[in-house]
């Protein structure tokens, strides 16, 4: 009876980590999908250069498994300062339209994880009563 919730947060815990880093590597693809993979390493944004690696590297995934959270983006104070920009490009200005690359990774990644989690739910219930 002890092993179950044990069994049932470790599967919980797998699929978080699973569907985070699913979720941050969409990121990062939807990323370069809006800005290009530039040689020069720049995004260019109405005739202005923004290093391109410092939103690209500053765009972190955290994972908590005991307090069964994942968070990611730009998650110090020192990467939101790097990635300052990096707000601008996502949301857009009155002068461009954002690109909205993390919030259509996070929006796909809920789903996902809302399937999968469900599915180690029951599969670890199963191996803890069989």
Do not use: C, W
């Amino acid at each position: 009876m002890r092993e179950a919730p044990v069994a049932v947060q470790r599967a919980i815990v797998e699929e978080l980590q699973a569907v985070g880093e699913a979720v941050h590597a969409e990121g990062l693809a939807n990323m370069d999908a809006a800005f290009g993979t530039s040689e020069k390493g720049f995004v260019e944004v109405r005739g202005k250069r923004y290093p391109r690696q410092q939103v690209r590297r500053r765009y972190t995934l955290r994972i908590a498994p005991r307090a069964l959270r994942v968070r990611i983006g730009y998650l110090t104070p020192s990467a939101q300062r790097a990635a300052y920009y990096a707000r601008f490009l996502h949301d857009g200005t009155r002068f461009f339209q954002g690109s909205f690359f993390h919030m259509r990774a996070v929006e796909r990644g809920e789903v996902i994880f809302e399937l999968r989690a469900g599915v180690a739910f029951k599969r670890a219930l199963r191996k803890a009563f069989p």
